[in-house]
């Protein structure tokens, strides 16, 4: 099967700075993926080269088999971009700014009514259709865009921070507009994102640091891989629990789960924790990795 895109060591400098060092990533059509790192990541520029704005300097993209540098006008059609910032014509109803884009991506007249009926309908903005876009909310604002993107029907919708901006209530409605378009229309979803939770939410997900992929896969595989890095325990005095374990040479703090004692393969040191402390302990357990373990783990070491 052509994968929906296929990133193969990826590298783009400015000047002689490296933005994207060597990335590989390839996803099947309708999976989301979320390219999840801190700020200057390189997260904007691999999204910039996968959607033909800047040009690699060294290795290949295709979009849906067609190469973003031999084919820039085939990989465009296959990919429905949302930028991080508005770019929405705001002084414009809705219905012109979706006609103005549909037209720019050569619809013929009848297709691209049918096609803005369709979209406005599935956001629901069909009956915001003639309002200027500066009365809409920031979420609906945000709908719009992703709207105008999928108007000439892209097998790829690529969002730079999508949520960015929105309250949690619409981010959730945004979440479940992309998950329906994958569910429904098979659309691949590319993602970037500094949010764990965000992340989260995808099939898989790329972390992204210093424009290196330190680590890919499921969420639930990221952090399986990472073994547990520490034990909790619950005493009758954390506190002094906590003390006497750091006297003893444990890297421990008291929390409100209780005692955090972190040391490499905890379930082997269980005994030992126990016998460190005088005060009664009674409970043990193994602390599970969350994707923000996987995260820390990865982007520190
Ligand atoms: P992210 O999206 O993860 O925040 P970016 O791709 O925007 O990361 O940035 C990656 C690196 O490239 C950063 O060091 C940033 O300063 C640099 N960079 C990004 N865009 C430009 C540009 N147009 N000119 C020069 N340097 C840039």
Redesign the pocket.
């Known amino acids: 099967m052509t994968p929906a895109f296929d990133v193969r060591d990826l590298e ?1 400098r ?2 002689g ?4 060092d060597g990335v590989s990533l390839r996803a099947r059509p309708g999976e989301i993926v979320a ?1 999840l ?12 080269a996968l959607s033909t704005a ?1 040009a690699p300097d060294r290795g290949r993209i295709e979009v849906f088999g067609h190469d973003v540098t031999a084919e820039p006008v085939a990989a465009r059609r296959r990919i429905g971009m949302v930028f ?1 910032e508005q770019t929405l014509d705001v002084d414009l109803p809705v219905e012109r700014n979706l006609w103005f884009h549909a037209r720019l991506f050569g619809l013929p007249r009848t297709r691209a009514r049918s096609r803005i009926d369709e979209v406005l309908e599935r956001f629901g903005l069909a009956d915001r259709r003639r309002d200027p876009v500066e009365e809409l909310s920031g979420g609906l604002a945000r709908r719009l865009e992703i709207a105008r993107a999928l108007l000439h029907s892209p097998g790829l919708l690529i969002l ?2 999508p949520t960015t901006g929105l309250d949690p209530e619409v981010r959730r409605a945004v979440w479940a507009d992309l998950a329906r378009l994958r569910d429904d229309e098979r659309v691949t979803v590319l993602y ?1 994102t ?1 949010y764990l939770a965000e992340a989260e939410l995808a099939d898989s997900v790329a972390i ?1 640091h210093n ?1 290196l992929k330190v680590r890919s896969g499921a969420p639930a595989v990221l952090k399986e891989e990472l073994a547990a890095t520490a034990l909790i325990l619950s005493t009758s005095d954390d506190e002094a629990a906590a003390a006497e374990l750091v006297h003893a040479g444990f890297d421990a703090s008291s929390g409100p789960g209780g005692v955090l004692v972190r040391c490499a393969r905890p379930e082997q040191r269980i005994a030992e924790v126990v016998r460190a402390v005088t005060v009664p302990v009674t409970e043990v357990a193994l602390r599970e990795p969350s994707l923000d373990d996987v995260y820390f783990a990865t982007t520190e070491a």
């Open positions: 783009v400015y000047g700075r490296i933005a994207v390219l790192g801190p700020n200057g990541a390189g997260k904007s520029t691999l999204l910039e800047v991080q730079d921070e970037a500094h992204i424009g």
